[in-house]
């Protein structure tokens, strides 16, 4: 066979497994149930900045919560004060467990699934802002979280734990003025109560203004009662440095840990004990305990997996390229954090949780996969994972920042669906009301009351000509998001004015510009939607304002032509 | 007398209290067995780790056919692979690769996540599980019926655990529960209309001296 007959017979092989929607030997089995593939441990990333790694002082954390079917609405929880001997429900909550709209809300229908116990409540409880997990509290307390996995025994799906993680992540938002304060309320709840049922292995990005760690708890296996004496949960906590940013990507983070250095490790009292109970670790063996080792390891590289795990190395290598980590290094031994080449803004960071991983081996563009409109989502969405895989529920970046009051220091900003397509959105910690847009829709119920559709709207519109479409998204992120961006400073000043004149004014100028933003910023992706269809119906060029259309646009490149004789020439018989 | 010995003799002495108040009866069955799930949601590994803290070795499969388990211990050779996976821990010097199973123990418990994983949709999970327990009943291989997910785990009426309930319990030699997936006496019900022993436990731990008795 000549060279060109080779090289014709490789590209339509490609091809025809693009065109027919295969994907080429992978890490995985195809699943068989369309939709449940989304529910596999790879779920989401968290990034993670230092106060002293950011351009503005804050502290950093994000949630991409990747997996498809799950719910996406939030709601805010108001600050309250408890009576002595008043006492918490508490709710086995899954992070995946939806509801049918008709049936009610998501945050309503969880006390269907009470855990049988009642803790006791706190004197005061704060309020905050929750989705899937609590975000951030009026304390600027801010989580980000990541699934890790755990070992297989450790694993406890009885009754017997009473806490999930959503669970424990609202107890934190509630019961938690610093960043270790939560971690010491989640840590020792479930070590009393017991943790896993819904959840194993899991890391969490908790932040305040001035530092960030990273908490990762696993269960203790099934076996476990709380009538053994023992703790229920097993957990870790390590500090990022103030200037070093962390990504965890489903991959647990911290390894040896030195518990005599309080300012930069905590940990339940059974951390290494029982990892020697179960096997997990031996003390002779002349090597340290690593909590990721013993409880929560994953094998191999970006380059062993082809991808399967490359975004842990891709965020270190898109904050500090001049470390030139590589990617044929294990996933871990990466280091746990890492002084980036520069500071971060919060624009950077919403840039990596848009990243496709281009240009890198594992690009989703890479030859002919996107299709003649270099769309990255055409070719294999799940492999390579890369942190924008166009899955995400929702996406958070939090910012904690010193020298501003609770109420208007904390910010997170919520982006629905797909990272790529979205605008990111900020709401005050002190905001007082999330947008009823925000509380309300599901996956399977088209609903123009509900703020996500008018994103998937727009998202769905991209698709079908990505390369010309993302730029119409893109010119209206920069005016919605990053002027919004450009505009905090402003609303900050007059937000602490307000503050230090009447702290309720402040709440509803916070509250108000919160949900007004919300609103221009939905109403626009609804009418983008719109107009994308228009712009680019039957795949040809609309120009609204001329009244007229360009049949030759949006071009078909030349490559495409190629790759489509090429597909030709290998299903021609052949002619002898 | 050691502080275990008097333990577990205390332990065993409010276990059979407990068990007799309760008009519970232990039925003895024989080895080896299988583990298996009806659903596919993890509290088969529990089960697994039941067994392993009372000493008793099996083989398990995620989703064994009638035609596997025919083939008895070890389940004719077959090795993990996506979507499948197996492992035998019966001692072969007992039980020769080919031992017909006197038992197969169903862990009940429905996951979407765990049946996308094996490629399975609710009627098909059904569909192999009914398949498996005629082949059981036909063979005279007990079935066992294991329900430890809890109250929030069952779900409503016609709810995929509810559908996995009715496809293994009423069909069981007996059936073991803990007390929380029982509040609404659902399988005390299916055990009282099909007169198939049951015993509640309080915690997945006290499956442990259960086993211990029925195949020890």
């Not at chain 1, 429900?89 to 899954?94: D, F, G, L, T």
């Not at chain 1, 939560?182 to 009393?192: D, H, R, T, W």
């Not at chain 1, 070093?244 to 911290?254: A, Q, T």
């Not at chain 1, 079908?464 to 209206?476: L, R």
């Amino acid at each position: 066979m000549k060279r060109t007959h080779l090289w014709a017979t490789g590209l339509a092989l490609v091809l025809a497994f693009a065109l027919t929607g295969h994907s080429l030997p992978a890490q995985e089995q195809a699943p068989a149930v369309p939709g449940q593939e989304d529910l596999h441990g790879d779920g989401c990333t968290v990034i993670i900045v230092g106060k002293g790694a950011s351009t503005d002082g804050s502290v950093m954390t994000t949630h991409t919560c990747d997996c498809g079917i799950c719910d996406w609405t939030f709601r805010h929880v108001p600050p309250a004060d408890h009576k002595p001997g008043s006492t918490r429900k508490i709710y086995h909550i899954s992070q995946y467990k939806t509801w049918p709209p008709s049936e009610g809300l998501k945050w309503d229908l969880i006390k269907k699934d009470f855990a049988g116990i009642d803790i006791p409540e706190v004197p005061h409880t704060y309020g905050y802002h929750h989705g899937s997990f609590g975000y951030m509290n009026d304390k600027q307390v801010a989580i980000g979280e990541s699934t890790i996995g755990c070992q297989r025994k450790m694993q406890n799906p009885t009754p017997s734990a009473k806490l999930d993680l959503t669970m424990l992540t609202l107890l934190g938002m509630e019961r938690g003025g610093t960043a270790r304060e939560a971690i010491q309320v989640m840590g020792s709840l479930a070590e009393k109560y017991g943790y896993g049922f819904h959840d194993d292995g899991e890391m969490l990005a908790v932040a305040d203004p001035n530092e960030v760690w990273i908490f990762e708890i696993c269960p203790v296996g099934p076996l476990w009662t709380p009538e053994s004496g023992k703790p229920g949960a097993v957990w870790a906590a390590q500090r990022v440095p103030d200037d070093h940013v962390s990504v965890c990507p489903n991959e647990s983070r911290i390894g040896e840990i030195d518990l005599a250095n309080k300012d930069l490790f905590m940990a339940s009292p059974n951390v290494v004990s029982l990892a020697v109970e179960m096997g997990f670790y031996d003390p002779n063996s002349g090597k340290p305990f690593s909590f990721k080792r013993a409880y929560s390891p994953v094998e191999g590289s970006a380059v062993s997996t082809d991808g399967g795990i490359q975004r842990l190395w891709r965020f270190f290598d898109l904050v500090a390229p001049s470390q030139k980590l590589k990617p044929e290094t294990p996933n871990m031994d990466l280091p746990f954090s890492i002084k980036p080449d520069k500071k971060l803004s919060v624009q950077d960071v919403m840039a990596m949780t848009r990243d496709r991983s281009y240009g890198t081996p594992w690009d989703p563009l890479k030859g002919i996969r996107g299709g003649p409109f270099k769309n990255p989502n055409y070719f294999n969405r799940r492999a390579p994972r890369v942190i924008d895989d166009g899955r995400a529920e929702y996406t958070t970046v939090t910012q904690s920042r010193a020298g501003l009051p609770d109420p208007v220091g904390g910010l997170v900003w919520i982006a629905f669906g797909s990272q790529d397509t979205a605008c990111y959105m900020p709401f005050y910690a002190g905001a007082t009301e999330l947008p009823k847009s925000f509380a309300v829709g599901d996956h399977w119920t088209f609903s123009r009351d509900s703020a996500r559709w008018a994103f998937d709207y727009t998202d769905f519109h991209v698709q079908v000509v990505y390369s010309e479409a993302i730029k119409d998204v893109q010119a209206a992120q920069a005016k919605y998001e990053a002027e919004m961006i450009a505009r905090i400073p402003e609303i900050d000043a007059q937000a602490v004015a307000l503050y230090k004149k009447k702290p309720a004014e402040g709440a509803r100028f916070l509250t108000g510009f919160s949900l007004n933003n919300a609103q221009t910023v939905v109403n626009a992706w609804w009418k983008l939607g719109d107009d994308l269809l228009v712009k680019y119906n039957r795949l040809y060029l609309y120009d609204v304002e001329k009244r007229n259309y360009n049949r030759s646009q949006p071009a078909v490149p030349d490559w495409w032509k190629k790759a489509v004789r090429a597909f030709d020439i290998l299903m021609e018989p052949d002619k002898k | 007398m050691t502080k275990k010995i008097i333990f577990g003799l205390a332990a065993a002495a409010a276990l059979a209290v407990i068990l007799i108040a309760a008009g519970q009866t232990v039925p003895k069955m024989g080895l080896p067995i299988l583990t298996t799930s009806a659903g596919q949601s993890t509290d088969v590994t529990t089960l697994n780790i039941v067994l392993d803290e009372a000493a008793i070795m099996y083989d398990y499969c995620d989703v064994p056919t009638a035609e596997m388990v025919a083939d008895g211990v070890g389940l004719g050779g077959r090795e993990s692979g996506p979507g499948f996976h197996v492992e035998s821990t019966t001692d072969q010097a007992k039980f020769p690769a080919g031992t017909p199973y006197k038992a197969v123990l169903f862990a009940i418990g429905a996951s979407m996540k765990g049946m996308g994983a094996s490629g399975l949709t609710l009627d098909s999970e059904e569909s192999r599980l009914k398949k498996l327990i005629d082949y059981c009943k036909a063979n005279k291989i007990s079935v066992v019926a294991v329900h430890i997910g809890g109250e929030s785990k069952r779900g409503p009426a016609g709810s995929d655990n509810e559908r996995m309930i009715d496809a293994v319990a009423p069909l069981a030699d007996y059936i073991v529960v803990t007390k929380d997936s029982n509040k609404d006496g659902r399988f005390t019900k299916i055990a009282g209309a099909k007169k198939i022993p049951l015993t509640e436990v309080e915690y997945a731990l006290g499956l442990v001296d259960i086993v211990k008795q029925v195949f020890q």
